[in-house]
């Protein structure tokens, strides 16, 4: 499989993220930034707790339940699937930008 740009490299904007969880539980927040890497890695994720615990990497059921909701509802549901808008556009802003540099260099070169 071809490596992709956006393999080895995330952005984290600190300004949203900060603004995004500042009314999550702090137990929540580490968990939802596992669904976010999970989600740059893999793409959608399935709606099933099963999946979504297990990305997160909460081992706990009762702790997962209890913060499941607040971390849900930062993604928007399609056909069973969890999408993160922020992390499409971020991961689409990353490779047009590599293409970009990636189109300049090969000109130079």
């Not at 976010?36 to 994720?45: K, M, Q, V």
Request: net charge positive; with cysteine.
């Amino acid at each position: 499989m071809a490596k992709h740009v956006t393999d080895d490299f995330m952005p984290l904007r600190l300004k949203i993220w900060r603004s995004g969880t500042a009314f999550m539980m702090p137990e929540a927040r580490g968990p939802y930034l596992d669904l976010i890497l999970a989600y740059w890695e893999l793409g959608p994720l399935p709606n099933e707790d099963a999946v979504l615990q297990s990305n997160a990497r909460v081992a706990d059921p009762k702790l997962w339940k209890r913060i499941r909701d607040q971390i849900v509802k930062k993604f928007i549901e399609t056909d069973g699937m969890l999408r993160h808008e922020r992390c499409d556009y971020e991961r689409d802003l990353a490779k047009s930008l590599y293409e970009k540099k990636s189109t300049a260099g090969q000109a130079g070169g």
